[in-house]
């Protein structure tokens, strides 16, 4: 069984906002733009400057994101409405688990990069100035930010966010909004995988950044076979299907991500009280 993209798509942060391509299994070697040609003046009969923008490249390496989910027959037979919800989320569970470690993760090998080390900026104790900054960061790198993306704890920061007159700073109508779809001109999206708690930091409630900067790719569509007769491994547990009236679902997703820079994301923080 296969399914298409979207789900995964509608899911994924990353995959909604980054450049998406078809991505080869051996991979691909990607052209980024690292300058423009400058244009100059010239004097009349003066000869006109030749300038070539520069060109680097990157490779783009997929990696294979997969779970397995066993069920009971009974389970399937009695519950047949909630394994079918169960079954139907399971291309989301593989979108959020692709974002938090494209956000927050190590990368599963060489030729995906990940947004963990990329500049932190504490948006609780000033939010408007933290964001502006945030903002004026990508700037200076040479992009321009066009995508938030926040966890659900970044919510009361930003309805809590009000100007001099004790008026919210992010929302126009306290009574009909109640969370963030825009801020600074630049589309905000709303995904739990955003959120990363911190042990001897702050908690990461956000990622803002230039998606152009930034490719995704599939190598097929999701996967999904189904078995009754395997044996599987669940953590110590070895798991007989047929021996136990079992079955499993399992789904996988080969899938790649690169940006041209990290230095066009930043990590969007509260305060640290540590």
């Given at each position: 069984?296969?399914?298409?993209?979207?789900?995964?798509?509608?899911?994924?942060?990353?995959?909604?906002?980054?450049?998406?391509?078809?991505?080869?299994?051996?991979?691909?070697?990607?052209?980024?733009i690292t300058g423009d040609p400058e244009a100059g003046w010239v004097g009349e009969t003066e000869k006109k400057p030749v300038k070539r923008?520069?060109?680097?490249?990157?490779?783009?390496?997929?990696?294979?994101?997969?779970?397995?989910?066993?069920?009971?027959?009974?389970?399937?037979?009695?519950?047949?409405?909630?394994?079918?919800?169960?079954?139907?989320?399971?291309?989301?569970?593989?979108?959020?688990?692709?974002?938090?470690?494209?956000?927050?993760?190590?990368?599963?090998?060489?030729?995906?990069?990940?947004?963990?080390?990329?500049?932190?900026?504490?948006?609780?104790?000033?939010?408007?100035?933290?964001?502006?900054?945030?903002?004026?960061?990508?700037?200076?790198?040479?992009?321009?930010?066009?995508?938030?993306?926040?966890?659900?704890?970044?919510?009361?920061?930003?309805?809590?966010?009000?100007?001099?007159?004790?008026?919210?700073?992010?929302?126009?109508?306290?009574?009909?909004?109640?969370?963030?779809?825009?801020?600074?001109?630049?589309?905000?999206?709303?995904?739990?995988?955003?959120?990363?708690?911190?042990?001897?930091?702050?908690?990461?409630?956000?990622?803002?950044?230039?998606?152009?900067?930034?490719?995704?790719?599939?190598?097929?569509?999701?996967?999904?076979?189904?078995?009754?007769?395997?044996?599987?491994?669940?953590?110590?547990?070895?798991?007989?299907?047929?021996?136990?009236?079992?079955?499993?679902?399992?789904?996988?997703?080969?899938?790649?991500?690169?940006?041209?820079?990290?230095?066009?994301?930043?990590?969007?923080?509260?305060?640290?009280?540590?």
């Amino acid at each position: 069984i296969t399914i298409g993209p979207e789900p995964i798509i509608r899911t994924s942060a990353v995959m909604s906002l980054a450049r998406q391509i078809q991505l080869p299994g051996l991979g691909v070697t990607i052209p980024v733009i690292t300058g423009d040609p400058e244009a100059g003046w010239v004097g009349e009969t003066e000869k006109k400057p030749v300038k070539r923008g520069t060109l680097s490249t990157k490779l783009m390496q997929p990696y294979t994101l997969a779970v397995i989910v066993p069920f009971s027959n009974q389970f399937k037979r009695d519950k047949s409405t909630l394994y079918d919800a169960i079954v139907g989320r399971i291309p989301s569970a593989l979108g959020k688990a692709y974002d938090k470690t494209v956000f927050h993760g190590a990368a599963p090998g060489t030729g995906f990069d990940v947004l963990a080390d990329c500049t932190a900026v504490d948006i609780q104790k000033a939010a408007y100035d933290g964001l502006v900054t945030a903002k004026s960061n990508i700037a200076i790198a040479g992009g321009e930010a066009n995508g938030f993306v926040f966890a659900p704890q970044a919510e009361p920061v930003l309805l809590g966010a009000k100007d001099q007159n004790g008026r919210p700073i992010f929302i126009d109508n306290a009574a009909t909004q109640g969370s963030v779809s825009a801020i600074l001109g630049v589309n905000a999206i709303k995904r739990q995988a955003a959120y990363k708690k911190g042990s001897s930091a702050a908690n990461v409630i956000g990622i803002v950044g230039d998606w152009n900067q930034a490719v995704t790719g599939m190598v097929n569509d999701v996967n999904v076979e189904i078995s009754t007769e395997a044996t599987i491994n669940d953590g110590s547990n070895q798991i007989n299907l047929w021996q136990r009236g079992m079955f499993a679902v399992r789904a996988e997703l080969e899938v790649g991500f690169v940006v041209t820079s990290t230095d066009y994301f930043n990590r969007l923080t509260d305060t640290y009280s540590g």
